[in-house]
């Protein structure tokens, strides 16, 4: 992409019809690393790659938990995650004192999509330069809600985004019609299966790099990270010695 007159700030449109600094806000969510959700009638998997900015540094933060029924799990700028983060957790909050219940996940979503749409309409602002997988469970089953910052907000029942991840979509594609009856543990599995389709040559799944969040109808929003992890790795990898046998 190249710079040109139309591309100075979020509300000018080019003669051809495109927002280019919501263009370049999705190529942000690119350069992030792969996150990948799905769900099956009863629970809703997040499943993320952390990555190190130096040997020296600690691995960041890729799932977010925003109340006892919703999780975020982000792929772009991660101080635009943690704004919108912040501001799902205090409508959450806002739902409970105002109205005694807990935020329905479809309303949060359209929520954060009408923040981001703002952006693009007022001068002087930038997108988000994040994208998002949200989950949650209500009262109308669980929710799969993927965020991007032109605003759009989807429902799908797998999905991811970030670096390569396409591969992923590809693995998901061919197997989402089994979800729906699988257990929490197949779900995970299945997820991180998919996953490690993301990662660069000789890269592997490990508990400092592995992060897993999930929710579900009598389970509260959960995240495992480092050695908590370890369990569903271990099962990814007896699947393979399986299927290699």
């Known amino acids: 992409m190249f710079r040109n007159n139309y591309d100075n700030d979020a509300s000018t449109w080019s003669p051809q019809g495109r927002i280019f600094q919501v263009e370049y806000a999705s190529e942000a969510v ?26 020296l540094a600690s691995y960041q933060k890729k799932i977010v938990r925003i109340d006892d029924h919703m999780g975020i799990a982000m792929a772009g700028l991660t101080s635009d995650a943690r704004v919108l983060s912040n501001y799902l957790r205090s409508e959450a909050m806002r739902s409970k004192m105002i109205y005694g219940r ?12 009408d923040k981001a749409q703002t952006n ?6 930038r ?5 998002l997988l949200v989950i949650g469970q209500d009262d109308t089953g669980p929710h799969l809600y993927e965020f991007s910052p032109s605003g759009i907000v989807s429902e799908y029942y797998a999905y991811s985004i970030g670096a390569r991840s396409q591969s992923a979509r590809t693995n998901l ?9 699988m257990s929490l543990q197949e779900l995970v599995v299945h997820g991180l299966r998919a996953l490690r389709d993301t990662l660069q040559q000789g890269k592997q799944l ?3 790099n592995t992060s897993i969040g999930f929710v579900g109808k009598d389970t509260k929003m959960t995240i495992l990270d480092g050695e908590n992890t370890q369990a569903y790795l271990d099962l990814l990898d007896e699947g393979e010695a ?3 046998e």
């Open 30 to 55: 690119k350069q992030g690393s792969a996150v990948v959700g799905l769900k099956s009638k009863e629970h809703v998997v997040l499943v993320a790659v952390k990555r190190s900015p130096n040997e």
């Open 206 to 208: 490990d508990t400092l």
């Open 120 to 125: 693009t309409q007022e001068y002087g602002r």
């Open 242 to 244: 399986m299927e290699t």
């Open 102 to 113: 807990a935020l329905p996940v479809g309303r949060a979503v359209n929520a954060i999509g």
């Open 173 to 181: 594609e061919r197997n989402y019609e089994k979800f729906e009856d």
């Open 127 to 131: 997108p988000y330069g994040v994208g």
